[in-house]
């Protein structure tokens, strides 16, 4: 049997048999540590609303811009754009999307206390005029003989952010939902068969607060619980999210290669690959051994073509004078005894 099917075998009986003894030897148990967030969530403060809805069944589409002309062939019936991400110059498309039954969600960006004009105008139409307030939290201890709805007052009431709130002309169409101070932060304006949702950055959308039950509530009512088609109650229209800030994922070559836990087959995988490399490159492994190769060609192939193309230019007779030139040198004697006995032959070839 070829010895190099032998060698395969037992490198593989040898690895099977590693594996089983790892198998049964290494004790495998869980070990609690602490990992670092990723890249994408440390960056993208919805990364954990977008999976909710995406594990939900609902159709998600994300950019960083709006343009009014994106409602024409949108598919979505729910749209949340960030208040940075468009002029607000122009707002008759807008309401016509929404008057045919879409849900549109203004979110104001104002962490530095500057508001677009056309907005405050726009929503001065209605009513409404937006005010900049500081939610105040006590840091005092709650004594334990407190009734337990003032310990969890707070807990009953989304997280809003904290600088915009609005101020309402009395218009009972208008929904409003307050904090725990009392304070205006989220109005919903219904405009034909949809309506205009206008609120503070949605912190109560962000990655850590979605743990608390009241903000949970609160995006998915504005979100997964809209996507419905109004002729299909069963079709997911989708929702679609204009965002200013862009999440870039740091690329890592070796990705979670490399984590705790991976390591030992990482090494044994290595180990496998410079052993299949040694099998292709060194002779005494694998094919490579079996090739013959012609390195030059034979004496008698070159010493019959040198001597063609001496006496083709009539350089021979010159060229064995030079070599008999010593006398004394018994291996040009036997060199030039060698190509008279070639020549002889190259003669009598030709003549036949």
Known sequence: MDKKILLC???IFAIAALLVFAWNNLEIYQDKRFIFPSDEIMQNNFYAMDQWLSTTGHKIRIENYFNPIMLSDAAENVIMVNSNAY???????????????????????????SLNNNILEFLSGFGINVEYTQQVYTNEAVEEEEPADVVDKEDAYPDFQTLVAFSILKNEKIFTMKDADGNIRLVEIPIGSGSLTVTGVPVFMYNNNLRKEANAALAWKLTGARTASPLNAQENKGIFFIRTQNVNTAFSFFGSIIERGNFLPVIIAAFILIAAGFWMVIPSFGKVSMEKRIISRPIKDRLTAEIRFLKKHSALDYYLDTLSGGG????TYNYKDLINQYRRKLNESERS
Do not use: C, P
């Not at 004394?328 to 291996?331: A, H, L, S, T, Y």
């Open 9 to 11: 075998a037992a490198v």
């Open 328 to 331: 004394n040198n018994n291996e």
């Open 87 to 113: 002029s607000w110059r122009s707002m008759e498309e807008i309401l016509r999307w929404i008057e045919q039954g879409g849900y549109f969600i203004l979110d104001l960006a104002s962490n530095n206390r």
